[in-house]
T-cell receptor, first 114, second 114 residues
Framework: GENVEQHPSTLSVQEGDSAVIKCTYS??????FPWYKQELGKGPQLIID?????GEKKDQRIAVTLNKTAKHFSLHITETQPEDSAVYFC?????????????FGKGTMLLVSP | DAGVIQSPRHEVTEMGQEVTLRCKPI?????LFWYRQTMMRGLELLIY????????DSGMPEDRFSAKMPNASFSTLKIQPSEPRDSAVYFC????????????FGDGTRLSIL
């Protein structure tokens, strides 16, 4: 089955700096890669996603890049703010028997200090 | 718009008791997923439904776990009998369609088995 590795497990930055979180996946058939933000006591919230026919996608301060050859994808957050502090999860989707499911990375705890 | 609604938010019970977790997916969504989140294992997919039919329950840890979806607006996850190692946060998510669609999560049920 699919295996998703996520790094780093924790990331501390100063407000205004950029943050980068990286993920690798094992199954070359994976074709959908969402990123989720989870705040304390809440469920994961989708913040951005990318499909295998696209190399990069941007939404305001958040961008995701995908390298299918190397089987890795990254989340970039620019001009970080304290409210960006949360746990971020990457995921990879694979189609199997007519359905698709997500395999999640173990998460990155991002701390943005004022 | 109402998101995915889970109840109860917190459950504390003694070992051996039956536990029932409830989920109301987003109206119109036809795929429903149950996940378990722990520090050690991260987010694990337990079971998923499409059009109220269970598609894959290979993630269900033991026969003590069962899930049902009697209609498009309600699903339950039951543990009987419960054990301390079942303590975790259980999430329900829903999506529109079968392939690579964004999954929307509820805020979870924090389950503690004493």
């Amino acid at each position: 089955g699919e295996n998703v590795e996520q790094h780093p497990s924790t990331l501390s930055v100063q407000e205004g700096d950029s943050a980068v979180i990286k993920c690798t996946y094992s199954d070359s058939a994976s074709n959908y890669f969402p990123w989720y933000k989870q705040e304390l006591g809440k469920g994961p919230q989708l913040i951005i996603d990318i499909r295998s026919n696209v190399g990069e996608k941007k939404d305001q301060r958040i961008a995701v890049t995908l390298n299918k050859t190397a089987k890795h994808f990254s989340l970039h957050i620019t001009e970080t703010q304290p409210e960006d502090s949360a746990v971020y999860f990457c995921a990879a989707s694979i189609r199997d028997s007519g359905y698709s499911t997500l395999t999640f990375g173990k998460g990155t705890m991002l701390l943005v200090s004022p | 718009d109402a998101g995915v609604i889970q109840s109860p938010r917190h459950e504390v019970t003694e070992m051996g008791q039956e536990v029932t977790l409830r989920c109301k997916p987003i109206s119109g969504h036809n795929s429903l997923f149950w996940y378990r989140q722990t520090m050690m294992r991260g987010l694990e997919l337990l079971i998923y439904f499409n059009n109220n039919v269970p598609i894959d329950d290979s993630g269900m840890p033991e026969d003590r776990f069962s899930a049902k979806m009697p209609n498009a607006s309600f699903s339950t996850l039951k543990i009987q009998p419960s054990e301390p190692r079942d303590s975790a946060v259980y999430f329900c998510a829903s999506s529109l369609g079968r392939f690579n669609q964004p999954q929307h999560f509820g805020d979870g049920t924090r389950l503690s088995i004493l």
